[in-house]
């Protein structure tokens, strides 16, 4: 396994391997590493001749106030955890490689970036569609993997690639879960014992409209109601937004129907967890 830390090197040895035919697979991350990523590395390696996982704490997805700074760097146990599963190139670069000095192009999908958590999060779907560009570009990656868990992510990133004509495939992985439901994240690390705790509500209200929807309820109001009413029963919980919307475009839908998304974000003390499930 090499360690790649300069976008020109990153993109010429693709582009060698590319000349010789073999596939390549991208696992785009932020690090902190848990096992929602190593499942998208082994559907990767698993698919592909050659892995590429990207490690890069991208600053054009955070707003001011959010958690930049003390987002988790582990970066030994990344590579460690990448050098167990076979990962050929490890794409790390610097802020400065990435946004240079005079940087002033980004990418913004329109629409679909201001709903759901584009509502509290105005700048971070741009920062995500930008990173997205570039390390496609850089990477020229055949297939690229991403998780169900950041569903609204997956669904720009689709449309990413439809509109601007990107030669790859977009593939979705499954959300990891604990065993006691919790979908994996690296946030979760900042979930203290009682939060932890607390944050097992959100996958609760899912199993609840789970429920609802298989004894023919199909009106989604009554089932964000019921959902709202089961979190509101955590003290330490604070709802940011309940919402089922179209799988495609993510608009509200009026009945419940095959291929929606059940899409909620949750304040748990001061840290915001989010998680969905496909119907």
């Known amino acids: 396994m090499q360690v790649i ?3 020109k090197k990153m993109q010429s040895i693709a582009f060698k ?4 035919s073999r596939s390549i697979g991208f696992v785009p991350t932020m690090g902190a590493l848990h096992e929602g990523h190593l499942s998208l590395i082994r559907a990767a390696r698993r698919q592909n001749d050659l892995v590429i996982v990207s490690i890069f704490v991208n600053p ?3 707003g001011p106030k959010e958690d930049l700074r003390r987002y988790p760097r582990p970066i030994k146990n990344d590579l460690k955890l990448c050098r167990e599963e ?4 490890i794409f790390n670069p610097n802020s400065d490689q990435i946004y240079p ?3 002033k192009t980004y990418v913004l999908v329109d629409g679909l970036s201001q709903a759901l958590c584009g509502k509290t999060r105005p700048i971070h779907f741009r920062g995500v569609a930008t990173i997205v560009t570039k390390l496609f570009n850089i990477v020229q990656a055949d297939n690229a993997y991403f998780g169900q868990k950041d569903a609204q992510q997956v669904v720009i990133i689709k449309r990413l690639v439809q509109d ?4 790859v495939k977009i593939n979705v992985v499954p959300t990891v879960r604990e065993n006691d439901g919790l979908a ?7 979930l203290n014992p009682k939060q932890r705790e607390a944050s097992l509500v959100l996958s609760r209200s899912l199993k609840l409209a789970k429920k609802m929807i298989s004894k023919g309820i199909a009106d989604p109001g009554k089932i964000v109601l019921e959902m709202r009413k089961l979190i509101k029963k955590e003290k330490l919980a604070k709802i940011d937004y309940i919402e089922i919307v179209d799988h495609s475009d993510l608009k509200c839908i009026k009945k419940i129907s095959n291929g929606c998304i059940i899409l909620l974000a949750v304040w748990i003390g001061k840290i915001r967890l989010i998680d969905n499930m496909v119907v």
């Open 5 to 7: 830390t300069e976008p």
């Open 17 to 20: 391997h590319k000349l010789k």
């Open 60 to 62: 054009a997805q955070f």
């Open 86 to 89: 076979g990962v050929d190139f």
């Open 101 to 103: 000095l005079g940087f």
């Open 164 to 167: 601007l004509n990107f030669l």
């Open 184 to 190: 994996l994240s690296s946030r979760n690390s900042y």
